[in-house]
């Protein structure tokens, strides 16, 4: 299997807390933020992470670990995505808030699901969205080793040791003559 490959898989096994150490690494990799705070949760006015390093720069964050392998899955995410799609829209008008939105999917889509969904939500929201897929944050983590190791450390393998053998080490087996 192809390090790409495994990177994605990675992803896609991710839990909602891992991910979110992964997308702030992508963020201080990618664009050299420092100053990145997770913000998700309710009353989170739809924006999962804020960054400070630039305070005229309100650019919209949102992520989900959420499936979209069957039909009921993937009309779910969309769903989600439209919905922080329509709370960006909110954010930018009443708010202040930059209509960029940057939304980040630890599963992989297609490139025709994500030119659709940016698509849409520009004509039907006027919001610039960019989808960032676990392809294209595998993709990056060959560039980024800091990226590539945050994704590999929420497998917790760096911490798996090895237990003492079953088998005794000490004894010898005669080799036969």
């Known amino acids: 299997m192809s390090r790409k490959k495994s990177l994605i898989q990675i992803l896609a096994a991710c839990e ?8 702030k ?10 100053r990145i705070v997770q913000t998700d949760g309710k009353d989170d006015c ?22 979209s392998e069957t039909q009921r899955e993937k009309t779910a995410l969309k769903n989600k995505i439209f919905q922080d799609v329509a709370k ?18 630890s599963h992989e889509l297609t490139n025709k699901v994500i030119r ?8 039907d929201y006027s919001i610039d969205l960019d989808v960032v897929d676990a392809n294209q944050i ?17 497998t917790g393998l760096a911490e798996f040791k090895l237990k003492k053998s079953l088998y005794n080490s000490s004894l010898i087996f005669p080799v036969p003559k």
Not at 46 to 63: E, L
Not at 138 to 154: G, M, R, V
């Open 25 to 34: 690494m992508y963020l201080k990799e990618i664009y050299s933020y420092k």
């Open 116 to 123: 659709d969904y940016e698509k849409e939500a520009f004509r």
């Open 16 to 23: 909602k807390t891992d991910f979110d150490k992964v997308v």
């Open 46 to 67: 739809g924006i999962d992470i804020k960054v400070f390093d630039f305070s005229d720069q309100k650019i919209q964050y949102q992520m989900t670990v959420q499936k």
């Open 138 to 154: 595998a993709e990056e983590s060959e560039e980024y080793l800091n990226l590539q190791q945050a994704i590999y450390d929420t």
């Open 88 to 105: 960006a829209k909110e954010n930018a008008e009443q708010y202040g808030w930059s209509n960029k939105l940057i939304f980040f999917y």
